[in-house]
């Protein structure tokens, strides 16, 4: 199974951007559909952003549609998550998920999770 590695979180103010990089090792993330998500401690699991297996029509959650970009470099094995404009209420600990169909935003059939890479927001 593939095993996931986030990184690029970190502190920032509001209305800035960060880009997040989940790196597959030992494996090619190209048989996958790829996802985001997010959670707050002592809050429920939320979808970010999901792209299937050949980087078409990527779903978004309504809350970051048009600030978050997901991509992938299936030759690097490579996903991102480009975010712009952040928010104070996008403060969460960032997972990088891989699962055999995406559906949606939901994470139902993920198998495989890195980490997490935590992203703070400031007013």
């Known amino acids: 199974q593939v095993q996931l590695v986030e990184s690029g979180g970190g502190s920032v103010q509001a209305g800035g951007s960060l880009r997040l990089s989940c790196a597959a090792i030992?494996?090619?993330?190209?048989?996958?559909?790829m996802g985001w998500f997010r959670q707050v401690a002592g809050k429920e699991r939320e979808g970010v952003a999901t792209i299937s297996k050949g980087g078409l029509a990527p779903d978004y959650a309504e809350h970051v549609k048009g600030r978050f970009t997901v991509s992938r470099d299936n030759t690097n094995n490579i996903v991102y998550l480009q975010m712009d404009s952040l928010k104070p209420e996008d403060t969460a600990m960032y997972y990088c998920?891989?699962?055999?169909?995406?559906?949606?935003?939901?994470?139902?059939?993920?198998?495989?999770w890195g980490q997490g890479t935590q992203v703070t927001v400031s007013s």
């Open positions: 998920a891989a699962g055999p169909y995406c559906f949606g935003v939901q994470s139902q059939g993920f198998s495989s």
């Open positions: 030992g494996f090619t993330v190209s048989p996958f559909c």
